[in-house]
Nanobody, 118 residues
C-alpha cells in the first residue's frame, strides 16, 4: 500500500509559479514510477509529468519547458515545479504512484486545486 498526500496548490496569476509536493507513505525507492496528472472541469484526466525510479522523466507537450518533476528520496517526496503558468493549467492536480508486481498497482492522492487567474 502507498498513501499519497499532495500539497502546494492555490491561486496564482498568469505567468506565476507554484510548486506542488506529494508525500508518499513509504520509501520512493520501492515505487517504480511516480507522476503528476491533472483534470480540468469537463475534461479527462491527463498526464502532466512522470519520473521513473531510474530518474527518467517524461512530460506532456503542453508543459515542456515550463514544468519540472523531481524527487527527494530522503523525504519520500515528489515535486512538480510549475513556472510560466497559464489559465489553461487550471485543474485539480493528482499524484500517482505505480508499483510493478503481481499485480501491478496504481495509487492516487486526493488531489490539489491549481487555479491560474488574474
Amino acid at each position: 500500500q502507498v498513501q499519497l498526500v499532495e500539497s502546494g496548490g492555490g491561486l496564482v496569476q498568469p505567468g506565476g509559479s507554484l510548486r506542488l509536493a506529494c508525500a508518499a507513505s513509504r520509501s520512493i525507492f520501492s515505487i517504480n514510477l511516480m507522476g503528476w496528472y491533472r483534470q480540468a472541469p469537463g475534461k479527462q484526466r491527463e498526464l502532466v509529468a512522470v519520473i521513473s525510479s531510474g530518474s527518467t522523466t517524461n512530460y506532456a507537450d503542453s508543459v515542456k519547458g515550463r514544468f519540472t518533476i523531481s524527487t527527494d528520496n530522503a523525504k519520500n517526496k515528489v515535486y512538480l515545479q510549475m513556472n510560466s503558468l497559464k489559465p489553461e493549467d487550471t485543474a485539480v492536480y493528482y499524484c500517482k504512484a505505480v508499483v510493478v508486481g503481481f499485480p501491478t498497482r496504481d495509487y492516487w492522492g486526493q488531489g490539489t486545486q491549481v487555479t491560474v487567474s488574474s
